[in-house]
């Protein structure tokens, strides 16, 4: 994320892919003072870089040069001066690539970065995580149901306030989408299905999951979404499972007993796995959905392919 601080106060704001100042109130950034204009200045992100164009009456200092209905590629460390006021100039510290966030309504805390998902502890024994589901809305799963954010909508997390941010650039997006749509999720079965391997596969990529405990979870889900569309249910209707009948099949399968927890567990370790899984396993983050009490196989391409026994 791109972060600019003020060195008087270091009140620091989080630029937006289209970030507006000035004193008018609907500026991203609200700057009330008498010789900054109502619509003084826009700072965007274009052709790789963040740039500043100014539409003032007075100007934008960029360090010792003022920039008057102009555009100006901002650098690190520039100072940015919307007022004469020189204790009131704003230093340029990150210039990274826009991406969407949730905005802190208190001060003291962070806001935190969605740039590929993450996971956060909650309460004792519960996570909640943050990805991209396969329309790539930003989904906040909190081990009980799957909330979709709202860009400027306000949401509890770990008991502090915190505003969504949708800041993603559209043809990073547009991109994204392409490759989810491509790809195809793989299960291959050992003969007695006692190891399960899994790997995703688009164009000539491939990402492999190998061979975990999860692949028990995900074979059972695809079964039961395969059965659900060979009988003609609509893709979005169909494949959830209850939550008890997971815990009874996944218990007689691995030979223990398999409670929310323990699914929980695989379903983040999961998640975790695949956002930490270069280049774009962030990107099938949704392998898993959730509704309150109900699990289902997220992606929509996948294949189950048992091995054959040896003539």
Avoid at 7 to 12: A, D, H, Q, S, W
Avoid at 43 to 56: A, G, K, P, V
Avoid at 164 to 175: A, K, P, R, V
């Amino acid at each position: 994320m791109a972060v600019v601080v003020n060195k008087l106060n270091g009140e620091k704001f989080i630029l937006h892919s289209q970030h507006t100042i000035g004193r008018d109130r609907n500026s991203i950034s609200v700057l009330d003072l008498n010789d900054v204009s109502r619509k003084h200045a826009i700072i965007y992100w274009e052709n790789d870089c963040w740039q500043l164009t100014d539409f003032s009456s007075n100007g934008t200092k960029v360090n010792s040069t003022y920039v008057h209905h102009a555009t100006k590629k901002l650098e690190i460390n520039d100072l940015l001066q919307f007022s004469s006021a020189k204790e009131r100039a704003w230093k340029v510290v990150n210039l990274n690539s826009p991406n969407s966030f949730l905005k802190s309504i208190d001060p003291s805390n962070e806001c935190i970065n969605l740039k590929m998902g993450i996971s956060l502890a909650h309460e004792k024994n519960s996570i909640v995580t943050f990805f991209q589901n396969k329309a790539l809305k930003w989904v906040m799963d909190n081990e009980i149901e799957e909330i979709i954010l709202i860009h400027e909508e306000m949401y509890i997390i770990n008991g502090a306030s915190y505003q969504f941010i949708q800041n993603e650039i559209l043809s990073d997006t547009l991109l994204n989408t392409d490759i989810t749509k491509n790809a195809c999720f793989q299960l291959l079965i050992s003969i007695d299905e006692e190891n399960i391997t899994s790997k995703i596969i688009f164009n000539d990529l491939e990402l492999d999951l190998g061979n975990r405990v999860v692949n028990h979870l995900l074979l059972h889900l695809a079964r039961v979404k395969q059965q659900d569309l060979n009988f003609g249910l609509n893709d979005k209707l169909c494949g959830w499972v209850d939550m008890d009948d997971l815990y009874e099949v996944l218990s007689k399968e691995l030979l223990k007993e398999v409670d929310a927890y323990y699914i929980n567990t695989l379903i983040h370790r999961l998640r975790k796995n695949l956002m930490n899984l270069p280049p774009y396993g962030f990107l099938f983050a949704n392998i898993v959905e959730r509704k309150k009490g109900k699990l289902r196989f997220g992606l929509s391409n996948f294949e189950i392919e048992k091995e054959r026994a040896l003539a």
